[in-house]
């Protein structure tokens, strides 16, 4: 790890959402591209783009894009990475599951 090396989380303990959000967040506080990288033990770091290791590269990024638009880029591809290299497996298609609200005593909920 080098002193621009800056730790996100890890996609084996956090959702991927709440990691992506951190990463795009870091990304914002500089004035320059920043690499996304995801190792092998699925920790999450920000580093110099000519300082990332390849094999561990989910993209390069730049500030400029927003917060929001930083934020869904890094998410679709960490979703993505974590796909490809075995920490997480596809979702399944099909029917989406019902959402039922938690409503112990079956009443209807205020609107």
Known sequence: MTNQEIQCGSIMKLPIGEVADRAAR???TF???RAVCLDPAGRVSI???GHAAECDLVGVYAPSAGLLA???MVIDDLN???IDR???S???TGRPR???AMNPDNYELAA
């Open 26 to 28: 870091a990304i914002l």
């Open 31 to 33: 004035t320059g591209p």
């Open 47 to 49: 580093e110099f783009p």
């Open 70 to 72: 930083l934020s869904r």
């Open 80 to 82: 993505f990475e974590a």
């Open 86 to 88: 075995g920490f997480r």
């Open 90 to 92: 596809p979702k399944k």
């Open 98 to 100: 019902k959402v039922i």
